[in-house]
């Protein structure tokens, strides 16, 4: 197993929310990379942080957020929720900004949007 | 951006037989390619990964190819066990200023005793 956490292990929500989700990196790790996977599909690059900024981004719209605490721990922020938005949410903690790197995952979130 | 595509999307094999899942990229300048099995319910594990300056490499009874001119790398599974059951994923990896994995869409491996 890695050393990497997330919390909650499942929440449901209805249309029109907001959810926090939570990360901790492996220790020694500083870059956290958030992934959403469809039930079926794999996972699609949210967007990625690096020593607390955020470090590029994939196709998903402002109302996905996130932060990057001092110790590297990490939130995922989504407003608005869509029914679209139901699915398995994974962070992954490596130990570079972008150079060639290992990320291991954590065992994800299961999101419900009702 | 990069596009991964990857075959079969389901494959069954009888125990003690291989396995073969096939992946193709499309960004040249991608340099590492991980494979990750996930079982059901639980995340995606890195199984084992492959560099570009490397042509092959083996772990066990996993063994993972690369061709770096076609632009396509394969996962090898020996003598399969019911416990290699799951859905595996190839990635590939461009490093740079951002280091994001793209994914394949999964293989769904069954292995029957």
């Known amino acids: 197993e890695t050393g990497v956490t997330q919390s909650p292990t499942h929440l449901i929500k209805t249309r029109g929310q907001q959810v926090t989700l939570r990360c901790s990196s492996q220790s020694g790790h500083n870059t956290v990379s958030w992934y959403q996977q469809a039930l079926g599909q794999g996972p699609q690059f949210i967007f990625q942080y690096y020593r607390e900024e955020e470090n590029g981004r994939g196709n998903f719209p402002p109302r996905f957020s996130g932060l990057q605490f001092p110790n590297y721990s990490s939130e995922l922020n989504v407003n608005a929720l869509e029914l679209d938005d139901s699915a398995l949410y994974l962070c992954a903690s490596s130990n570079s900004g972008g150079a060639l790197e290992t990320q291991y995952f954590g065992p994800g979130t299961r999101l419900l949007v009702l | 951006g990069e596009n991964v595509e990857q075959h079969p999307s389901t494959l069954s094999v009888q125990e003690g037989d291989s396995a073969v899942i096939k992946c193709t990229y499309s960004?040249?300048?991608?340099?590492?390619f991980p494979w990750y099995k996930q079982e059901l319910g639980k995340r995606p594990q890195l199984i084992i990964d492959?560099?570009?300056?490397?042509g092959e490499k083996k772990d066990q009874r996993i063994a993972v190819t690369l061709n770096k001119t076609a632009k396509h790398f394969s996962l090898h599974i020996t003598e399969t066990q019911p416990e290699d059951s799951a859905v595996y994923f190839c990635a590939s990896y461009r490093g740079s200023t951002l280091g994001r994995l793209y994914f394949g869409r999964g293989t769904q491996l069954t292995v029957w005793p």
């Open positions: 960004d040249s300048a991608s340099n590492y």
């Open positions: 492959i560099r570009s300056n490397v």
